[in-house]
Nanobody, 124 residues
Framework: QVQLVESGGGVVHTGGSLRLSCVAS????????IGWFRQAPGKEREGIAS????????YYKDSVKGRFTATNDGAKRTTYLQMDILKPEDSAVYYC?????????????????WGQGTQVTVSS
């Protein structure tokens, strides 16, 4: 079993920055990918970043490309989401998730393990 715990959410003004962390513990998969998702009130959950433990490109949703950066520290079993130039429309609960295999994906149905989520609020 894999456990994922996010942290780093909070309240910031427009243009500010936050860094989310996702710490994995338990029986870590040999080959896996991490996805970052978010869900705003009344909206569907959307994938915004996905990175493979094989390396290679990180996939970003167009709405966050150039502002968000996802990285992984394998030694710490921690994945980060650096969020810069935040906008009010970025306000949501943010989740990290893990899936078997190394292929990046924005499809939430492929992810088996989920964190509890962390709230990000961007004030205008």
């Amino acid at each position: 079993q894999v456990q994922l715990v996010e942290s780093g959410g909070g309240v910031v003004h427009t243009g500010g920055s936050l860094r989310l962390s996702c710490v994995a513990s338990g029986l870590i998969l040999d080959y896996y990918a991490i996805g970052w998702f978010r869900q705003a009130p009344g909206k569907e959950r959307e994938g915004i970043a996905s990175l493979s433990m094989y390396g290679g490109d990180v996939y970003y949703k167009d709405s966050v490309k150039g502002r968000f950066t996802a990285t992984n520290d394998g030694a710490k079993r921690t994945t980060y989401l650096q969020m810069d130039i935040l906008k009010p429309e970025d306000s949501a609960v943010y989740y990290c998730a893990m899936k078997h295999g190394g292929a990046q994906s924005f499809y939430d149905g492929e992810y088996e393990y989920w964190g509890q989520g962390t709230q990000v609020t961007v004030s205008s």
